[in-house]
């Protein structure tokens, strides 16, 4: 794990959630790392790989929030605070993402990203694996830096964070 | 014709839908909100999702946000932006369902619109993640590029807003579950609270239509404003009703706000009254039906009341003023029509 992107961009995510949201942003996963460690590989401004870093993480942490109410139990009508919690969280996280990316620089990854959101639905809703469906996240943005990088090669816009 | 039918309607004579006279095209508006889910390439050809949503669509409502964005068109070039409007209407209808969804998830809700809400048909946890994929796809169908032309940053902008007013919409909602049984919450709050849950979006789908219709800014600014004094009318009126309106007509039990620990304007001017105060604070989540109904009741027919409708004339009297601005726009009538639709001051 490059624990140093990591930890700035939990810093980053911080900072931009609300706290009346309380959603913590730590969460170390597997896929987390192995894209911290993939991101090191490209030459790209490391804010950039910080805010792409932290794109990618409100997404996974939107849908393994909502993917949580698959053990939820029906409440027979009564309402449930935790359930309400888990419903906000998600479509909070989700939201987000939108004033994030284009305050930090990062516009064209929305459209990957929705992209990608969108599919790890239909792939969890036909009965994927939440690791299968995470994993199309994963491959979307890893696409995403790629042609960032390609992209600054060849003197494009670099959209650099400011 | 058209005119004779619009005078009978407001004299009261021929009721009139408000798409009616405001000559929204319902039809092409649903016709395009099914096209969201029927042109996806990643769907599989044969998807319960699809169906489910295609349910929704088929079940109706006022298409409240997809009205206010085409109005707010009119401001702008809409008639050369009409394929841009009607994307950014669907998007706002389709952001606007997903989050029916959740809320009746939220709110254990059996029913939507006289059928079963979605999660009823399914389960907590299909129907939530049917509404993110509602919310993506329409994001992406929005947004989706012409063939020859590149979209537009400002389109791209107006749609990424949109989205982002989900986060906005649930600082509201994690407001109201702080508060919610919290008898000491105070107007400036409920009107915050208000602003954001409600105003907001009324507000966004009114400039966002601007926007698309490439209207001035300072017209969209303009616009933005009246949606919200209109938006905090609309949810004051609609506070205002839960309690003085038959249960018949409202198709639940009269004061549900209170029931789920809401505190709405009515609730909060009663606890100003020194007759209705203890019996309010004594209310408890488990508190019988009985004790409910009385309370709802005593605050229908207490002071409180007429001082809610008093604030909700005041936000009517700010809208009417911030529409007087536009008073060499042709559409400026159609806001004065939605605002004597949307608060019609019969409470």
């Known amino acids: 794990m490059n624990h140093m992107l990591v930890t700035d961009m939990y810093r980053l995510l911080e900072k931009q959630l609300s706290s009346e949201a309380n959603i913590p942003v730590t969460f170390h996963n597997s896929q987390l790392e192995q894209m911290s460690v993939t991101l090191q590989a490209y030459t790209m401004p490391y804010m950039r ?4 870093l ?106 650099e964070v400011a | 014709m058209y005119e004779k039918k619009c005078h009978a309607a407001r ?51 006022k298409r409240l946000r997809p009205t206010l964005v085409l109005l707010g068109g009119r401001f702008g070039h809409g008639e050369l932006h009409r394929d841009k409007l009607m994307r950014t209407a669907v998007l706002f209808e389709y952001l606007h369902m997903a989050s029916l969804v959740h809320d009746d998830i939220i709110d254990a809700a059996d ?124 949810q004051i009126q609609d506070d205002i009703l839960d309690f003085t309106q038959s249960e018949e007509t409202l198709g639940k039990p009269a004061g549900a706000d209170l029931r789920n620990g809401n505190i709405t304007l009515p609730t909060l001017y009663a606890l100003q009254l020194p007759e209705l105060q203890q019996a309010i604070r004594q209310l408890r989540p488990d508190s019988s039906e009985e004790a409910y109904r009385e309370i709802v009741q005593a605050i229908a027919d207490s002071p409180a009341i007429p001082r809610a409708v008093q604030l909700r004339d005041r936000y009517c009297k700010r809208t009417e003023q911030l529409i007087k601005r536009l008073k060499h726009h042709p559409a400026q009538q159609d806001l004065t029509i939605l605002l004597e639709a949307l608060t019609n001051r019969t409470a």
């Open chain 2, 111 to 234: 029913t939507r619109r006289g059928a079963p809400a979605l999660h009823r048909q399914t389960d907590i946890h299909t129907a939530a993640l049917i509404a993110d994929y509602m919310i993506s796809r329409a994001l992406e169908w929005s947004t989706s590029y012409d063939r020859s032309n590149e979209q537009s940053e400002q389109e791209g902008f107006i749609h990424a807003n949109a989205a982002a007013l989900a986060s906005q919409l649930c600082i509201g909602e994690y407001r109201q579950m702080q508060n919610a049984y919290q008898v000491d919450i105070t107007l400036r709050q409920y009107l915050q609270k208000t602003r954001q849950k409600t105003a907001l979006l009324i507000a966004s789908s009114l400039k966002a239509g601007a926007e698309a219709a490439d209207a001035e800014p300072r017209i969209a600014n303009l616009l933005y404003k009246i949606g919200d004094a209109l938006g905090m009318a609309f």
């Open chain 1, 54 to 159: 932290g794109c990618y993480h409100l997404l996974q942490l939107a849908v393994c929030r909502h993917q949580e109410l698959y053990t939820v139990a029906d409440q027979n009508g009564a309402r449930s605070p935790h359930i309400s919690k888990t419903i906000l969280d998600g479509d909070y996280l989700f939201g987000i993402l939108f004033p994030f990316a284009i305050r930090m620089g990062e516009r064209r990854l929305i459209a990957p990203l929705t992209h990608a959101y969108k599919n790890i639905q239909i792939q969890l809703l036909h009965g994927s694996t939440l690791n299968e469906a995470l994993s199309l996240l994963f491959e979307q943005t890893l696409d995403y830096v790629r042609e960032e990088v390609s992209r600054s090669k060849n003197g494009g816009d670099t959209d």
């Open chain 2, 11 to 61: 004299t009261g004579a021929i009721p009139m839908k408000l798409h009616e006279q405001l000559r929204i095209p319902l039809s092409a508006i649903d016709h395009s909100m099914a096209d969201v889910v029927l042109s996806d390439p990643d769907m599989p050809p044969t998807s319960y999702v699809r169906d489910r949503i295609l349910g929704l669509i088929r079940s109706g409502g």
């Open chain 1, 49 to 52: 790989k910080v805010v792409i």
